[in-house]
């Protein structure tokens, strides 16, 4: 595992543009493996700012979301698909038709699983996957409990989970039970793997972190197991280790 400790929220977002510019230049066919939440805002920033610049350019790129809410589609402002579009897809020139996010609203979610990760498979492997976390030690939606085998599954979400995300909707009876999402397995197939934490909330998740063992009660333990990881934090957050 790879620590990089950054000043602020700022300096996190451009460490983690850096290593993704560097991925998307020097590979052909970039794959890229997406996340959603607050923290990878900033990097979403910088890559639309670079790619306005022509510093990069997304054209032959993949992308595949973490997850996805059960019950919601894209024109729905909580989901993540609508997410996706608003902060970055809208702004890039990354085909539409190779941008992909699970869907929570197919009829068979459980065939839809199962396509997605073979769409995975046919791209060929996720060349850099970013990652925030939970507070819970959640990546994607993983909840405390996942198998560390598991692939793109279908999960009850968390209360705690759904009570922090409840502000980016109007209740927290609005935050869907349940979501679709990449599994854990899925995850650490992934070339190379990012996990941005940023902000003193996020100071007690970092110091779970860095003092887990390895276990399937705090789902980001695995990566450190990771051959390729880097965990990018700010002060902030690395506060109480
Ligand atoms: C959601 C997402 C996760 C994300 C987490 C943290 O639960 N499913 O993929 O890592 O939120 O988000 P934030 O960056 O807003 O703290």
Known sequence: MKILKVKNYEQLSKA?????????????????????????????????????????TFANATSFNLDEYVGLDETHP????????DKLFNHINLPAERAFVPSGTDEDLQAHCEAYEDKI??????????LGIGINGHI????????????????????????????????????PTKAVTMGIQTIMDADEVVLIIS????????????????SEEFPASILKKHPNFTLIVDEPAYSKV
Do not use: W
């Open 16 to 56: 983690a543009c850096d290593i993704v510019t560097k991925k998307i230049k020097n590979i052909e066919h970039p794959v890229l493996g997406l996340a959603t939440g607050s923290t990878p805002e900033g990097l979403y920033k910088c890559l639309i700012e670079r790619y306005e610049a022509g510093e990069i």
């Open 78 to 85: 909580g989901s993540y698909q609508y997410y996706m579009k």
């Open 121 to 130: 498979k046919k791209a060929g492997k996720i060349d850099i996957q970013i």
């Open 140 to 175: 994607g939606f993983n909840e405390p409990g996942t198998s560390f085998d598991s692939r793109t599954h279908v999960v009850e979400l968390d209360e705690s989970t759904r009570e922090v995300n409840s502000r980016f909707f109007n209740s927290l009876d609005e935050v």
């Open 199 to 214: 902000g003193e909330n996020k100071a007690d998740t970092v110091l779970a972190f860095m003092e887990s063992e390895i």
